[in-house]
């Protein structure tokens, strides 16, 4: 079978090569030059046979949308195109009434597998019409892990099902990699224990933790020991926070996924706000300055544990308080912030800004 492949990337780029593997003719076109084998769309469109299934991995958004509007005016009826993007399901409505006004198929599809889809092969969710399926079905295969096709891939529903999967997929991601990333901290804290790898490795056969993910962290800390010199800051794609939405919409209770999700968003804060907020209150109401904290731990409590990093101050030093080492002060001392002193904007990225579909 021919197919046309936009967007050859990371991902469409390897989809592109286990497509071929598989015997199947790929036409190709991405906006960098080196990597297409057409060069443009009409070149594309006209290098395919009728029927034509065009692929389309570009950036959700508007670079989606412009895409299958021009292939709008160039497929024609009986064509069928299928966005394997990360498009938010509510837009695969409106992108099937462009194409299904001229005739022309739609299919959203979720697609998982990340780095590791071309050698073992890719998890699908597919929403569209069933004779769409059925006419891209070779395709699918192609992409598939081998084995059983209920095991890499579903019809999930209607149009929008196959991204609202993904997006599901994507939230139960956060939740099971922020498990073990707790996890791991715990252990790393603890002094008995001496091989944090180890009891990851230990853990990926025959137990009920074991998993893919669970395998990459152990290859994470053999690659990077101790995770040294790996920020902090961590991005989300904006599934996440669309599966949050949608908890709420429909009223199911999603705290595992809210509290991943705003962990991703403090590990982008220098300085905290709403830190800075407790730690003014905690001054107006009772007197305590920052560097008393120490004061109300109990017996054997650690304020930050020997292997996180404190933050720091403007000089590269702990922050006082930061480690229990603070003195004592007077309510006069209390400063607003939680490390810093003024409350006033702090440089670098906050939970709110920055790209977040990198």
């Not at 090569?17 to 297409?36: K, M, N, T």
């Not at 990926?204 to 893919?212: A, Q």
């Not at 809210?258 to 968003?265: D, I, K, M, Q, T």
Request: glycine fraction near 16%.
């Amino acid at each position: 079978m021919k197919i046309g492949m936009i967007g050859l990337g990371k991902m469409g780029g390897n989809m592109r090569q286990r497509l071929a593997r598989a015997g199947h003719e790929v036409v190709g076109f991405d906006l960098d030059e080196s990597l297409r084998d057409v060069g443009s769309l009409p070149e594309l469109v006209e290098a395919l046979d009728a029927p034509r299934i065009v692929w389309v991995m570009v950036p959700h958004g508007e670079p989606t949308r412009r895409t299958v509007e021009e292939l709008g005016e160039l497929l024609e009826e009986g064509d069928l195109v299928i966005e394997g993007g990360n498009s938010k399901f509510t837009e695969d409505a409106e992108l099937d009434a462009i194409l299904s006004a001229k005739g022309i198929g739609y299919l959203d599809c979720g697609v998982s597998g990340g780095i590791w889809g071309l050698e073992n092969g890719y998890g699908l969710m597919c929403g569209g019409r069933a004779e769409h399926v059925e006419m891209a079905m070779p395709i699918f295969d192609a992409l598939r892990p081998e084995g059983p096709r209920e095991e890499g891939f579903v019809h999930a529903g209607d149009v929008g099902a196959g991204h609202y999967a993904k997006m599901v997929h994507n939230g139960i991601e956060y939740g099971l990699m922020h498990a073990y990333a707790e996890g791991y901290e715990l252990l790393a804290a603890k002094d008995i224990v001496k091989d944090v790898q180890g009891c990851f490795q230990a853990w990926s056969r025959g137990t009920v933790v074991r998993s893919w993910l669970l395998d990459l962290a152990v290859k994470a800390l053999d690659e990077t020991p101790g995770l040294e010199g790996i920020s902090e800051y961590t991005t989300d794609s904006g599934e996440g926070r669309w599966t949050l939405e949608e908890g709420i919409e429909m009223a199911v209770p999603m705290p595992v996924l809210a509290a991943a999700l705003f962990a991703r968003f403090a590990s982008r804060q220098e300085n905290s706000p709403a830190m800075q907020m407790v730690a003014a209150l905690r001054g107006q109401f009772g007197g305590h300055a920052v560097k008393m904290l120490e004061d109300e731990l109990g017996e054997g409590q650690v304020e930050v544990h020997h292997a996180a990093e404190p933050k720091q101050d403007d000089a590269g030093e702990a922050r006082v308080g930061a480690e229990g080492e603070g003195s004592g002060g007077s309510a006069d001392d209390a400063g607003p912030s939680s490390g810093s002193g003024s409350t006033g904007g702090g440089s670098g990225p906050t939970s709110g800004s920055g790209d977040t579909d990198r």
